[in-house]
């Protein structure tokens, strides 16, 4: 969710309206834009900065992917800001979360790509992007899987299955990491899977990544349960 900090909001005011928000799945935009009118060269409409930071993160998915934020890149057909954003205030709306929107010499730059999130290993757009992502695909890696009997062979196929969707993106530099094993893991064990699991007809498998930040592993925990329904949930750090 792309939130726009309201206007005629005072510094002060813009941080406690911050304050209201606590997660990983929003992201704030500050100041409203000023874009040239069709036909009218001189004339400007106000613009949301959401649709702006929209448009940012759709073309960086479509160059880069997923795992490269949305910022530090020109805002394109903004001619201005409605409202000109001090060094001073930038330094104090930044770790708060708030992404500016920056008057330069060559346009109008989106200077960060952060989220509401106060868990710091979600800061980053880029990170809770790439985990919902990652979420989705593992749903369908595995979706075969749902009515297989839980024994070693199912385990490992399925290790072997996440282990060659992350190693493309661990190739297409989607999480850091000299190595592979310093870049990702999967985990499906008897030590996730003892026997009362597998009498259950549950299955449990582990998938950690390393984005570029935070420097840990964020996991992901696929849980089939004994009716068949997957489940793909973040577990936090490991």
Do not use: K
Not at 71 to 84: P, S
Not at 100 to 121: H, M
């Amino acid at each position: 969710m792309l939130l726009d900090v309201p206007t005629g909001l005072h510094h002060r005011q813009i941080l406690a309206w911050r304050s209201c928000f606590a997660s990983d799945h929003a992201a704030a935009y500050h100041p409203w834009l000023r874009m040239a009118r069709p036909g009218h060269a001189y004339r400007t409409v106000l613009l949301p900065p959401s649709a702006a930071a929209a448009g940012i993160a759709a073309r960086r998915e479509q160059l880069f992917g997923v795992p490269f934020g949305p910022a530090n890149e020109l805002a394109g057909g903004v001619v201005d800001v409605a409202e000109r954003v001090s060094p001073a205030r930038h330094d104090e709306l930044h770790p708060n979360g708030v992404n500016v929107f920056l008057r330069e010499r060559d346009g109008i730059r989106l200077s960060a790509a952060r989220t509401l999130a106060r868990d710091p290993a979600y800061r980053q757009l880029s990170v809770r992007r790439l985990m919902t992502m990652l979420r989705r695909a593992l749903e369908r890696q595995v979706a075969w899987a749902v009515f297989e009997p839980n024994d070693e062979s199912l385990r490992a196929t399925i290790r072997h299955a996440l282990e060659a969707y992350l190693r493309q993106l661990y190739a297409a530099n989607a999480f850091t990491g000299a190595t592979e094993r310093e870049a990702f893991f999967v985990r499906c064990d008897e030590e996730l899977n003892p026997d009362p699991v597998i009498d259950a007809g549950m299955l449990v498998a582990e998938v950690g990544v390393a984005p570029a930040e935070p420097l840990e592993f964020l996991v992901l925990r696929i849980a089939r349960d004994g009716d068949g329904a997957l489940l793909v949930e973040e577990d936090g750090g490991a």
